[in-house]
């Protein structure tokens, strides 16, 4: 077997969990702007947290 991806996960309420968030979404829209159409990052994290604006 091979070991492709090894999640990592913070609670809600974490302190950093809103930046884990942004930096993860940053990075899948990285690696898919020059594959296929992708959503704006700010979309994305609203669409995800229901929150308006993102404020690190």
């Excluded at 969990?17 to 704006?40: E, G, H, Q, S, W």
């Excluded at 700010?42 to 947290?49: E, K, N």
């Amino acid at each position: 077997p091979y070991l492709i991806d090894m999640g990592q996960s913070v609670t809600k309420d974490h302190p950093r969990a809103l930046p884990f968030l942004m930096r993860d979404i940053k990075n899948v829209n990285r690696f898919f702007k020059n594959r296929c159409d992708t959503r704006d990052d700010i979309d994305v994290f609203h669409a995800v947290t229901g929150l308006d604006k993102y404020e690190p």
